[in-house]
């Protein structure tokens, strides 16, 4: 029998960016909040002797332990799926802050296009233009009534930044300024410049300059040390849960965090949560923590494990369409991009920050023309300097050995001297892109793991293709001497890693027959159950995601006060 | 143009200058973490602190789990695999082996930290590594393998085989040219190769890396505390510090 524990106002499943931004604003408004957090604690003085290339970016120290808990994946359901026994593809995070920590910074809006994608993809090309199995839909939300909390989530992390030429109405500007410009960044620019495009700088987490956040947090300014992605930050200065909203929730005294706490059910009755069931790891106890309102902000992957093994929601029925949970899994389509090698150039690219960059988003969204394209959506292009590391860097161009004494020569040659200027893009979901429960694989508590089943499509095949071309012909206006640029994407191959920007399944619409939280992020299926993230994503943008999540963790926040007031569905 | 930085400023007057010029100031709630990151390092060392002068032994260069036999075989696949040359020191005087050794000693060579559950079945190869076998296993396998296959080809070990030689059995991994059915040649060489340029250029403290040689030959300068001042420069050279230069402070 799980040991019951006083009740709650409410329970966090997972304190990252999201549940720390909820902790915070509802601590503040008096409520009780316990978070509980599967990993360890963590603090900027944990990062001692970060700048170990080895241990944090291949060694995955800030990362879940798999030996423990992975993902099972196939391309299509006729293949058998097979857990993910190593880490390639993506990183998933663990421990207080989450994927928060070891993330680069890069914090975009989507454009106002995403949050009404079918409509206007319908209004601009005809319904024909969206294929049969593609299952875009309009988010139930638009960019305008997103806007605020958007601009909520910037100035608490301080986000450098100017304004996005092609972007959304703003109703400030970035709080902070741009971050420096580097020789490569300035010659990015010029060169997309003199293409009639429109470059700007990539807005970022790294902090250009000191800051104080309107909840009284001070941050010291990013010193382009060149550890950022995978690492986690020795300065504070790259915006993370553990060092903006987390602090301001245990300083309200009103915040309980519980760490080593896994949690395995949401405990329901008649439409209603009544608490959660969760292992401490230190002990194996079980425990059960009864709450008012449950909110579910774990990493994509386990909010909807979490579901689907408490029996919430109607799951995902990829034969009918019918059915939410799991549904509209969709990714990023990251390898249109293109390296330029220069034989006579050298750079500081051993130096760098996680989010420092020049993008443009003349190829993003619906900002151009695609009458005669075959996809739909498109992607941020961009060259960012987030520090060469040398493990991990070495590119040759093609034709050059992998190894041996042409290989190291070539290497060395090039080790300053090359450029990358990539394509994050979109990706749209399918009907047969889905997240279930694995029938074979466990894990450690004898849980099943989730299941994903994915693979690329014709859209992303001539995306991708399309963008690297792109990025090939900036390469060649910024005076590359030698360019490799992608020349098919080929099948999703989950050993190389892509993106961490893994999104869909508890997705955001107006209609509760095909999707599963309201615009506030409430469960349509359980008032007092509100689940944040990515999660929420009906498709994925060609945008990181961070700075979405972050608008919806603090609009959740304000939905849960709502739903606090009055009960009931607050739209 | 380049120009040589840090050169004589001792790491602790760096440090504070570092602090001075970055404009840190005490307030504010959550500073506390960045000083108190900081403040642990400004301890004074009068003693101890200098790096251990080259004709004192390396205590790190001693076996934890290879053979001698599998170390040798080891030194010599990945001497050739990143040679030394007019560059500088290849993957023998760079300690490569000895970190291979150690790495398969720990987590890594057990597989530690990945899903290792059964049940195991082959699966398509964008589904990543399936097999149940841990590294460790999978090197004592390969490294007989290596042996016995140059044996086949050229009734040598291949310790004794010539550069050439021992490009063509390595190439023969690479390219699945060999026939075993306990672990993929392929896999094996991608690892082989991946854990030699871990060994080149992984932080010092890991027992490759021998003296910063493999950061120095593609000018990479190491652990630094900060970039702000050359973020903006054209290239600039300057002298590598590893992890082991924060412990002096």
Not at chain 1, 198 to 223: E, F, K, V
Not at chain 1, 558 to 565: A, Q, S
Not at chain 2, 155 to 168: A, I, R, V
Not at chain 2, 217 to 231: E, F, L, T
Request: charged share 25%.
């Amino acid at each position: 029998m799980a040991r019951k524990l006083p009740k709650t106002d409410v329970v966090i499943v997972g304190v990252g960016w999201a549940g720390g931004i909820i902790a915070s604003e509802l601590t503040k408004k008096g409520l009780k909040v316990v978070g509980l957090e599967r990993g360890r604690e963590r603090k900027t003085e944990d990062y001692f002797m970060v700048h170990d290339e080895l241990r944090y970016a291949l060694r995955y120290d800030l990362m879940q332990d798999l030996s423990k808990e992975t993902i099972t994946f196939r391309g299509n359901e006729r293949i058998r799926a097979l857990p993910m026994r190593q880490y390639g593809s993506f990183l998933i995070g663990d421990g207080l802050g989450g994927a928060g920590v070891h993330w680069n910074g890069h914090t975009f809006r989507f454009l106002p296009y995403d949050f009404e994608i079918r409509s206007k993809t319908t209004e601009r090309y005809g319904k024909n233009k969206i294929p049969a199995e593609m299952t875009i839909q309009d988010w139930g939300i638009t960019y305008d009534e997103l806007e605020p909390y958007y601009d909520k989530f910037e100035k608490t992390a301080g986000i450098s930044g100017e304004e996005n030429p092609l972007g959304g109405k703003r109703s400030d500007k970035y709080p902070t300024p741009p971050m420096k410009k580097s020789p490569a960044m300035k010659m990015f620019e010029k060169a997309a410049k003199n293409m009639k495009l429109h470059p700007y700088m990539l807005p970022s987490a790294n902090l250009s300059q000191s800051y104080t956040n309107p909840d009284g947090i001070a941050r010291a300014a990013c010193q382009y040390c060149g550890y950022c992605e995978r690492f986690g930050c020795e300065y504070g200065a790259k915006a993370d849960p553990v060092v903006t909203v987390i602090p301001v929730a245990k300083k309200s005294g009103k915040f309980e965090l519980r760490t080593h706490s896994h949690v395995r059910r949401i405990l329901h009755k008649g439409g209603k949560a009544t608490g959660v069931l969760y292992t401490d790891t230190t002990t194996g106890e079980e425990i059960e923590q009864p709450a008012d309102i449950v909110v579910v902000t774990s990493y994509v992957f386990n909010n909807i494990r979490l579901l689907l093994m408490s029996g919430l929601g109607k799951p995902y029925d990829p034969s009918t369409g019918r059915g939410v949970i799991g549904k509209n899994y969709a990714y990023q389509v990251m390898k249109g991009n293109a390296i330029g090698f220069f034989d006579n150039k050298e750079f500081n690219t051993f130096a760098g920050a996680g989010a420092l960059g020049v993008v443009l988003d003349d190829y993003n969204g619906d900002n151009f023309d695609h009458s005669n394209l075959k996809f739909i959506h498109g992607g941020g292009i961009s060259f960012t300097q987030t520090g060469l590391r040398p493990i991990q860097n070495n590119a040759v161009p093609q034709g050059t050995a992998t190894w041996g004494k042409e290989f190291k020569e070539t290497s060395l040659k090039y080790a300053n001297r090359y450029l990358s200027v990539g394509a994050q893009g979109s990706s749209m979901p399918f009907k047969h892109h889905y997240l279930d429960l694995d029938p074979t694989y466990k894990d450690a508590y004898g849980d099943p793991l989730i299941r994903i089943t994915f693979d690329f499509e014709d859209q992303d095949r001539n995306l991708a293709v399309f963008l690297a071309n792109k990025s090939a012909d900036i390469l060649k206006e910024m005076g590359a001497d030698h360019i490799d640029s992608l020349k098919e994407l080929g099948p999703y191959d989950i050993t190389t890693y892509q993106s961490t920007h893994n999104t869909g399944g508890v997705i955001m619409g107006d209609d509760p027959a095909t999707s599963a939280v309201n615009n506030y992020l409430q469960m349509w299926d359980a008032d007092n159950v509100f689940v944040v993230g990515a999660s929420a994503f009906a498709h994925n943008s060609g945008y990181n995601p961070t700075g979405t999540v972050g608008a919806f963790s603090y609009r959740a926040a304000e939905g849960i006060l709502k739903y606090r007031d009055k009960g009931g569905q607050v739209v | 143009m380049a120009e040589e930085k840090n050169k004589e400023i001792p790491q602790d007057e760096s440090r504070r200058k570092f602090i001075r010029n970055t404009g840190y100031t005490v307030g504010g709630l959550a500073v506390g973490g960045i000083l108190g990151s900081l403040i642990p390092w400004r301890k004074d060392h009068s003693n101890g602190s200098n790096p251990p002068s080259s004709h004192e032994q390396n205590f790190n260069q001693a076996l934890m789990y290879f053979t001698p036999e599998q170390f040798n075989i080891v030194e010599a696949a990945t001497e050739r695999i990143f040679p030394a040359d007019d560059h500088g020191p290849g993957a023998k005087a760079l300690g490569v082996a000895f970190y291979i050794d150690h790495q398969l000693a720990g987590d890594w060579g057990f597989n530690a930290r990945e899903y290792m559950q059964a049940p195991f079945y082959r699966g398509e190869k964008v589904q990543g590594y399936q097999g149940r076998l841990k590294r460790r296993d999978i090197f004592n396998i390969a490294l007989q393998e290596i042996d016995n296959h140059s044996m086949q080809v050229y009734k040598k070990s291949f310790t004794e085989l010539k550069g050439e030689q021992k490009d063509k059995i390595l190439k023969d991994f690479e390219e699945d040219k060999v026939n075993i059915t306990t672990i993929s040649a392929s896999g094996f060489f991608q690892m082989l190769r991946s854990a030699t340029l871990e060994g080149v250029y992984s932080d010092p403290l890991y027992g490759g890396n021998r003296n910063m040689d493999g950061w120095k030959m593609r000018n990479y300068p190491g652990s630094q505390m900060a970039y702000a001042d050359v973020i903006e420069k054209d290239f600039t050279k300057i002298k590598p510090q590893s992890l082991r230069n924060h412990m002096n402070h």
